[in-house]
């Protein structure tokens, strides 16, 4: 009697579980909660300041562009020289701050970016100074 309501009970929290279970995996892609996000970037500023120098890194051949998409998906590509980059990947707004999760790994993931008229700005802390980028729309 007792093993037959343990299986029962189990069977109960099972059937209350699924549901959660199925959503978690749900391939449908989240909506952005901000749409004022959404949209095509390119880098307008992009610079390493080392104490009083500042190297600016679109000169020549350097290149940045994202597009984020409703849902939250990234797409885009980075071009130093000869050397082009496509990115893909996720983007999160949390706390007023954008987050870009990209494959393959790239300075931009670890790079928080404010939410600003026209645009993001992303400062990353070096050892030796400050990369500072500027996306605009």
Known sequence: M??????????FRLALLLPFAFA????????????SIEGSYRATAFSV????????????????QLTLSADQRVKGALVFGEVRTSLTGKWKNTDGMVHLDLGPETFLSRMPFTIEAGGLKGMLALEDGDLRLTLAR
Do not use: F, H, N
Not at 2 to 11: A, D, E, N, P
Not at 25 to 31: F, G, H, L
Not at 49 to 57: A, H, K, M, S, W
């Open 2 to 11: 007792q093993r037959r309501s343990r299986r029962s009970g189990l069977r």
């Open 24 to 35: 978690a995996c749900d391939p449908a892609p989240i909506r952005s909660s901000d749409p």
């Open 49 to 64: 300041e080392t104490g009083d120098r500042v190297y600016d890194q679109l000169t020549g051949q350097t290149s940045i």
